[in-house]
Each structure stands twice: as C-alpha cells, then as structure tokens.
C-alpha cells in the first residue's frame, strides 16, 4: 500500500488490486499519464478502505474479485462515507450479479479485463471532468453565498444608518419648530411695540429675520414630513390609481381655475401599495408637472403605465419646462434644486420623498426629461 506521487495535486486517485505486477503496471500508466493527479495503491479491500478513510481520494478504481475484502464490499463503504466518490469497478468475470450490485451501489463505470487502456483512460476523463466541474460549481457557489453574506451585512448596516438619519432628522427639525417660534414671535413684537424706537435699517433687518425664520420653518416643515414618510409602516393593498389621480387633478383646478391643463388619464390603473403612500407619490409628481409647466399655454399633462422588461411602469408625464438630460440623478436628492428651480416656489423636498416612498414598496423611481421640452418620471411597485 502507498503512493505513485507526491501531495499536493488537484485531484487523488485509489487503485485496488490485489494482483502485484498489474497492480504496479496500471498505477505507473495513470500517474505518467495524468502527472496532476495523485495515486494511492492498496492490495486489497481492506488496504483500500484504510487508505480511503486517511487520503479521501475523488476517484477509486478497484478489482471487484479479491481476499479478505472484495471491491463490492470495500465500495458500498466509501459510497456511505462520501458518496460522491467516482467509482471505477473492473473485474475478469462477466457476473450479471455483481453488475447488478454495482448499479445499486453507485459505482461509475464497470470496465472487464483485460483492461483497454484507452477504455481507462476515457472512463478517467469523464471522472476527472465531472470532479472538476463539480469543484467550479462549489467554489461559484461560494464566492456568490460570501457576496449574499457581504450584501445583507451591508443591507443590515445601511438600514440601520438610516434608522439613525431619520431619527435624528425628525429630532432635529421637531426640536427646532419651538426656538424658531420664538425667535419670529420677538421679532414681531419688536416690529408691534417698538416700531418707533426703530429706524427704516431696523425695521428691514427684523423683516429680514421673520421672512427667513419662516424659510427655516417651512424647511423643518418638509423634514418632519419626509422622515414621518419614511418611518411609516408600508400597509399594502389594491388601490385605484386613476380614481386617485382624478382627485388630486380635481384639487390642483380648484387652487387655480384660471389655468387651462388638459389631463389625460387613463382609467382603471391599479397599484398594489400602500394608499396614503401612494397618494402623496402621485400629488408630489402631479403637483410638480403642475408647477413647472405654468409658463406654456397649452399645457398636457398624463398619467398611465408601459410595459417595460416585465414590469409594469407608471409615469406622470408633461410638456412644461424639462430639465437636462444629465440633471436627472440630482432630481431625488434632498434639497436639491436644478437652476431654474429659483423661479419656482417649492424646497427640493418632494422628489425626494417620492424616491424614499417608491423604495420602501420595493420599487424604482427614475426621471427623463429635456429642457423645454417637458419631463416623465416613471416608477414601479
């Protein structure tokens, strides 16, 4: 018993063979032939299953006929301590019972004698291939389940940086409502009582603190809402996206009846979301086409859905005043407003919080658009 090679090969072969002089002949004309792989040799069943337990070889050829152990009985033990051993059963006797056995045992191929050393060294390819293919596959496996590991920690890590950055935004802009209230009650009770003890630079510079007091309010305003937004429970079911829109373009009129928008809705389009999530989406979207197309006179605005790489895309679409092409990451950004923005009331809050809501139903929200030439913001759930 022993070997033909020294460690530290890819893969280990076992030959049993009680027959010394074939023994020594087929263990030299395997090792030359595949010099990668490394071989054991045992004389006998019992040698080979002692030399399997210790060196765990992929793929064992074995004699079936020999004393003490037979190859029949030395396989079914090697198959119950790791199955996926490549067996290679050869035998000088066509016996129909031990075919039979081998088959229910598991062993690969079944070669008679005298061996065709062709024969062999096929029936070692097919092993050798199928062992290394099975190792490519373990090691993708791997390296996918490390990378799956990797993401949730990172998934884990992410969501709980942002627990924290909603907890503290929603700390910061609650706590600072109270001294902003003061601060612009003084500053009115400065312009009532003692507007006469105040020259025209006083008096502007105490505007100036009420009329920027109310910016950082209205700002406090828009944080409170957006971490309010994201801290609420998802509670998803069906909901009539085109009765909802119809409503919030009814409202939209009713603030400006003087504008002319042609509203192009298209009916029955259901989503499977949370409903007060989904309608603050869909205001923060109209409400934007709304405002950014208050300069053109023949204002279009819609809503409906595509069918898009198997998904279903809702969109808002308009023909006001776009954005540039490259502008559209900085669209979901809080507190981030385009140039033209300036001449538009709003805070760069919105889009934002749409982005926030689209996400936490699982979805995707994205925007195209060209200056002058109108926008869509498409999303998924």
């Not at 004699?63 to 051993?85: C, F, H, Y």
């Not at 949730?152 to 924290?164: F, H, I, P, T, Y």
């Not at 409906?304 to 198997?310: A, F, L, P, R, S």
Request: no cysteine; charged share 25%.
């Amino acid at each position: 018993m022993g070997t033909t090679d020294s460690p530290g090969h890819d893969i280990s072969l076992l030959y049993v063979e009680d027959e010394h002089d074939a023994r020594e002949m087929l263990s030299r004309i395997i090792g030359h032939h595949y010099p990668d792989v490394r071989i054991f040799v045992a004389e006998n069943g019992e040698e080979g299953l002692e030399s399997f337990r210790r060196n765990r070889p992929e793929i064992v050829i074995t004699d079936i006929n020999m004393p003490i152990t037979d190859g029949i009985r030395m396989a079914t033990e090697i198959k119950s301590l790791v199955p996926s051993t490549e067996i290679i059963a050869l035998t000088a006797y066509t016996n129909p019972q031990h075919l039979l056995q081998a088959i229910e045992i598991g062993i690969s191929h079944y070669i008679l004698k005298p061996i065709d050393i062709d024969q062999i060294f096929r029936v070692i390819d097919k092993a050798l291939a199928l062992i290394r293919s099975e190792r490519a596959i373990t090691r993708q496996n791997e390296v996918i389940r490390n990378l799956n590991e990797e993401l949730v920690k990172k998934a884990a890590e992410l969501e709980r940086v942002n627990r924290e950055l909603e907890s503290f935004n929603y700390t910061v802009a609650h706590d600072l409502r109270s001294p902003m209230a003061a601060i612009s009650g003084y500053s009115q009770v400065l312009l009532d009582l003692y507007a006469s003890n105040l020259d025209s630079a006083g008096k502007d510079y105490l505007q100036v603190i009420n009329r920027e007091i109310l910016r950082m309010s209205n700002l406090t305003g828009a944080l409170l809402k957006f971490s309010v937004h994201s801290r609420k429970r998802v509670v998803k079911k069906w909901t009539d996206l085109s009765a909802m829109v119809t409503e919030i373009t009814d409202n939209l009129r009713a603030r400006e009846p003087g504008r002319r928008v042609d509203f192009r809705i298209a009916t029955g389009i259901k989503g499977y979301g949370d409903p007060d999530l989904l309608r603050i989406v869909l205001e923060n979207l109209l409400g934007n086409a709304w405002k950014y197309s208050v300069k053109k006179d023949d204002v279009r605005i819609e809503f409906g859905t595509i069918n898009k790489e198997e998904d279903l895309v809702y969109f808002v679409r308009d023909n006001g005043h776009g954005f540039a092409p490259q502008d559209a990451e900085k669209l979901f950004v809080p507190f981030q407003r385009l140039q033209h923005d300036n001449e538009i009331e709003g805070l760069g809050i919105g889009l934002s919080t749409v982005y926030r809501i689209i996400q936490r139903h699982g979805g995707r929200a994205w925007a195209e658009g060209e200056t002058g030439k109108g926008a869509v913001f498409f999303f998924t759930l």
